[in-house]
Nanobody
Framework: QVQLVESGGGLVQAGGSLRLSCAAS????????KAWFRQSPGKGREFVAA????????DYAASVKGRFTISQDNAKNTMYLQMISLKPEDTAVYYC????????????????????WGQGTQVTVSS
């Protein structure tokens, strides 16, 4: 089982940028399909972005496409979410997740498919 720890959240003004990190231990992230999800107060957890096992394929929610970039550094066993042009509606707790049983190029979108989760990091965007 892989253990995931997020970092990099914080308070930023609208239009600003943040980079979230998801450091993995226990197993290599290349064994897993991976994703970022987020949850705002009063809302369910929603898909943000996903990346395949070896990082060749990515996909994004429509609300963040063109502003967020998901990536991974296999040498550091870490996944990232670069966020630019942040909006108040991006305010949420952001979670990274990893899913077993994925093909090399597979993207998984359903949170029920993910086995391992980080503890979350708060992102707050002020207007």
């Amino acid at each position: 089982q892989v253990q995931l720890v997020e970092s990099g959240g914080g308070l930023v003004q609208a239009g600003g940028s943040l980079r979230l990190s998801c450091a993995a231990s226990g197993r290599s992230l290349t064994n897993y399909a991976k994703a970022w999800f987020r949850q705002s107060p009063g809302k369910g957890r929603e898909f943000v972005a996903a990346i395949s096992r070896i990082g060749t394929n990515t996909d994004y929610a429509a609300s963040v496409k063109g502003r967020f970039t998901i990536s991974q550094d296999n040498a550091k066993n870490t996944m990232y979410l670069q966020m630019i042009s942040l909006k108040p509606e991006d305010t949420a707790v952001y979670y990274c997740a990893a899913a077993t049983g994925a093909d090399y190029f597979e993207i998984k979108y359903d949170q029920g498919q993910y086995d391992s989760w980080g503890q979350g990091t708060q992102v707050t965007v002020s207007s």
